[in-house]
């Protein structure tokens, strides 16, 4: 059994900086991608960051390349999204999930197979 544990979230003034954890733990062989997402109110859910556990691909949301950061420390099983630069839009809760593979449709939106989540862990940014 696969836990995602997410932490660092909290508020912040518009201009400033967060990390975001994600503690796995249980049965991690069979997620070769670790992604973050996130859902505003009456928005739809969207990917922000994602990459693959063995390293080399990784995507980004368009409007948070150059701010946002995915990384991970595989000897602590930790996923982190430093995030850098908070914008009034960014403010959602965000999601750890662990899925067998992550790809980007020709649209670019970031998709995902067999996706485990975490619990979420709020953001918010005052302008």
């Known amino acids: 059994q696969l836990e995602l544990v997410e932490s660092g979230g909290g508020s912040v003034q518009a201009g400033g900086t967060l990390r975001l954890s994600c503690a796995a733990s249980?049965?991690?062989?069979?997620?070769?991608?670790m992604a973050w997402l996130r859902q505003a109110p009456v928005k739809e859910r969207e990917g922000v960051a994602a990459m693959y556990t063995s390293g080399g691909i990784t995507y980004y949301k368009d409007s948070v390349k150059g701010r946002f950061t995915i990384s991970k420390d595989t000897a602590k099983n930790t996923l982190y999204l430093q995030m850098n630069s908070l914008k009034p839009e960014d403010p959602a809760m965000y999601y750890c999930?662990?899925?067998?593979?992550?790809?980007?449709?020709?649209?670019?939106?970031?998709?995902?197979?067999?996706?485990?989540w975490g619990q979420g862990t709020q953001v918010t940014v005052s302008s």
């Open positions: 249980g049965y991690t062989y069979s997620s070769n991608c």
């Open positions: 999930v662990a899925a067998l593979r992550c790809g980007i449709a020709s649209s670019g939106i970031l998709q995902l197979t067999l996706p485990r």
